[in-house]
């Protein structure tokens, strides 16, 4: 398998986030928790109703950040939930019913165990699905569920944050994994270089000091 890409300009998310959204709302949903907040597609299908909901009652209310300690690695990370976030996940959960049960999955399948409980949509399936609709778009690939993530990394990359930063923030072992993780182009890291030029004003201070 092909290692995958981040989705990188704006408007091809936005095309993707959209087409997405007229599929299917849950789709959509986890599409947009990993864009917007850079979690594994594990952590995304591991999410509840009952992890963005603030207080106990019936009321929908959406917490200000949520904690997230990585199934893959253990590493924790608080989120914070902006308003536009919120607004979504409101509607989200609200879409789902009166009666939705808290520990109900965030990203619900339409499918349930084999107890008739709810499940969240598999793995595999947000996968296909992802890859169907950027295939449909013509956003350059490989595309799959990776790619949320990477894409949070180049944009906030692209957005003028520091490698070490995303680094810190993903856990990574080194500012080389991160630039190698997010894709970001070589050409970011020669500029570090071509912003410093101080061997051609050293050479005319030389010729001209020898000149005098």
Known sequence: MRKTV???????????????????????????????WGIRCSDILALTVDDVLAGTGKRVQIIDRIEIKEIKTGHERTILITDDMKDELYMHIKGMGKNVDRNCPLVLSRNRNEFGECKPISR??????????????????????????????????????????????????SVATTHRYACI???????LYEKINFARTSRRKSTSNRNG
Request: aromatic letters at 10%; zero cysteines; charged letters at 25%.
């Open 185 to 191: 182009p070589d050409e970011s890291r020669d500029a």
């Open 124 to 173: 595999q399936r947000l996968w296909a699905v992802l890859k169907q609709v950027a295939d449909e778009l013509g956003i350059k690939g490989p595309i799959g569920t990776h790619s949320l993530r990477k894409t949070w990394a180049f944009q906030v990359w692209q957005k003028g944050v520091r490698i070490d930063v995303i680094q810190k923030e993903f856990g990574h072992a």
């Open 6 to 36: 981040p989705i990188r300009t704006q408007p091809e998310i936005q095309s993707f986030l959209k087409r997405l959204r007229e599929w299917n709302q849950n789709y959509y949903m986890g599409a947009l928790i990993g864009i917007q």
